[in-house]
Every structure is written in structure tokens, then in C-alpha cells.
């Protein structure tokens, strides 16, 4: 057997005028700038962060767009948008709830809300601030559970880079927490992602 060129899954991302070819080709090309402007500050914000596997943590954020566009069909402006930000309230300290409906409307601001834990107290007690997350989550959108279960889908594909110091606590806390969030949905996107995290976490745990 040959040995691939390709790069680890860990190591890919979603380049800027990759996103902008997805999108005009599913006819968004007046919201591509609010798009491009929310991939920049993503990766302004997440610039000097590198998670346990060595990777660029901004690299997590567009996959997590990729799984989204290229796996669910999802294209609309604001899920996508979300998704880019999903982490950006909570490393930034310049970046507020304020500046992010201000510059990508009210809607965006409360997903990337909704889709921030918090750090400080999840330092103190990780258990009970994860249960209150997925509570929160609960009572969100779909577009939520959605951008959340696309997120943790993309973590465990890299789990096998080293990505989690407790990867088995890791996968429990997905299928006991957040996987029957999307699975007691209507919704073929959100069944999808439940579906595959599900396949991925089989290859863990048998």
C-alpha cells in the first residue's frame, strides 16, 4: 500500500475561497461577505490557539461549517455564521454578545450565546456546568442542537489524534448528553449528525 498524501483528518480545514465556492454554488452570493467577515473574525480571535493535538484551534471551527454544509446540506447565512463563532464569546474578551448582533443581526447572537459554556466554572465543577449546558441547549433552536452535535461530531473524528485527554469521558457525556438532543427531533439533518456520531463512537467503544 502507497502511502496517502492527504492530511490527517486533524490537519484539514475549510479555506476561505473553499466556503466561498460552496456557497455561490447554493446561490448565497449577497451574504457571502457577511460570511467571509465572520470566517475572519473567527480566525482573528482563535489566532493563537492550538488545541492538544497540535492543530490550529480555528481549524475545528470551519470543519465543524464543512460537516454542515457538505454532509447536511445546511447553507442558510445565519447557521452558518454561528457555527464559524461558536467559540468566539468564550475566548475572547473583546468580543461581546453587543458586538456580534451588531455586526450579524440578533439571531447569531443568540446561537453563539446559547452555544457558550462557561469556562470558569466548568474549571470548578466540568460535570454539573456540562448538565446545565445541555439543559440550556434543550430548550434552544434546532439551529443550535444543530451547529452543537456538528461540533462534537467533528471532535470525535479527531479523538484518535490525541484530541482529548479522557476521550471515553468524552464519548459518554456526546451519547448520554447530547445525542438524544437530535434524536428526539423530526429533523433528517439533525438525525444525521446523531447517526454518525454514533457510528464514529462505535469505533471506540464496540
Known amino acids: 500500500m502507497f502511502p496517502s498524501n492527504e492530511p490527517a483528518y486533524n490537519q484539514t480545514h475549510l479555506r476561505p475561497n473553499e ?12 451574504d457571502l461577505p457577511h460570511v467571509m467577515n465572520a470566517y475572519e473574525m473567527a480566525q482573528s480571535v482563535h489566532e493563537a490557539q492550538v488545541r492538544n493535538d497540535g492543530t490550529p484551534y480555528f481549524y475545528h471551527c470551519t470543519r465543524t461549517v464543512k460537516i454542515l454544509i457538505d454532509e447536511l446540506q445546511v447553507v442558510d447565512t445565519d447557521i452558518i455564521i454561528a457555527a464559524l463563532l461558536h467559540d468566539v464569546l ?20 443568540y446561537m453563539v450565546e446559547t452555544l457558550t459554556k462557561d469556562l470558569p ?3 470548578l465543577d466540568p460535570d454539573g456546568v456540562d448538565r446545565t449546558y445541555v439543559t440550556q441547549l434543550s430548550q434552544s ?16 473524528r479527531c479523538l484518535q489524534f490525541n484530541l482529548k485527554r479522557n476521550p471515553l469521558v468524552y464519548l459518554h457525556a456526546t451519547l448520554d448528553r447530547y445525542v438524544p438532543l437530535a ?19 462505535n469505533k471506540y467503544l464496540g
Open 183 to 201: 434524536e428526539r427531533s423530526a429533523l433528517p439533518s439533525l438525525r444525521y449528525v446523531a447517526s454518525q456520531i454514533r457510528q464514529e463512537s
Open 121 to 123: 466554572a466548568a474549571r
Open 19 to 30: 466556503l466561498e465556492a460552496r456557497l455561490s454554488q447554493w446561490g448565497n452570493v449577497l
Open 90 to 109: 468564550e475566548d475572547s474578551t473583546m468580543i461581546t454578545r453587543g458586538v456580534l448582533e451588531y455586526n450579524f443581526g440578533s439571531y447569531v447572537a
Open 141 to 156: 433552536s434546532d439551529d443550535c442542537v444543530l451547529i452543537k452535535l456538528a461540533a462534537r461530531l467533528d471532535n470525535i
